[in-house]
């Protein structure tokens, strides 16, 4: 009888205690995820700004060096950007489709895609050619497209 009894007390009470272990736990987890959510926000913000500068000021002004700083910028979101999808970091007030989760391969994929078609255009602007400087930044933005169409919302 008394077996029976601290079995059914301690069962609750042992669940109990393991989930009040795990809520520090939880509670930093869905800090890293908000940190994750607003750092890629960020970096899209940057990575959109530094397209448009690239297209708007430093490809008509034929500024090599502003576009190899802007490549390396491009460069570095690409390399980062699949850490900053941690699984559980999908939102409805975010623009990342399901499908970054889902096929994380092809995100992974389309992220370095991305990176490639960066470093053309840092290696372009390194040649001081504007022609290859143009092919490559239309390879950048190919790159973006072809991610957003796939992962993202809007």
């Keep these: 009888m008394f077996k029976r009894f601290f079995i059914l ?36 913000k940057a990575s959109g700004a530094s397209m448009k500068a690239l297209y708007r000021e430093h490809l008509p002004a034929e500024d090599y ?11 570095k979101w690409a390399k980062d950007m699949p850490e900053a999808f ?11 489709k399901p499908e970054i989760w889902t096929d994380f391969e092809g995100f992974k994929s389309a ?5 490639t078609a960066s470093l053309d255009l840092q290696k372009a602007a390194e040649q001081n050619d504007i022609s290859l400087v143009k ?20």
């Design 65 to 75: 060096q502003a576009i190899k700083a802007e490549a390396t910028v491009l460069v």
């Design 111 to 115: 992220a370095k895609a991305y990176e």
């Design 9 to 44: 007390l301690g069962i609750p009470v042992l669940v109990g205690l393991s989930l009040a272990g795990l809520e520090p736990l939880m509670a930093q987890n869905d800090e890293a995820i908000k940190a994750a959510q607003e750092e890629r926000k960020q970096r899209f």
């Design 135 to 154: 092919t490559a930044i239309g390879s950048v933005g190919a790159s973006c497209k072809a991610c957003h169409k796939k992962y993202r919302k809007k």
């Design 86 to 96: 941690p699984f559980g970091s999908d939102s409805d007030n975010d623009e990342a």
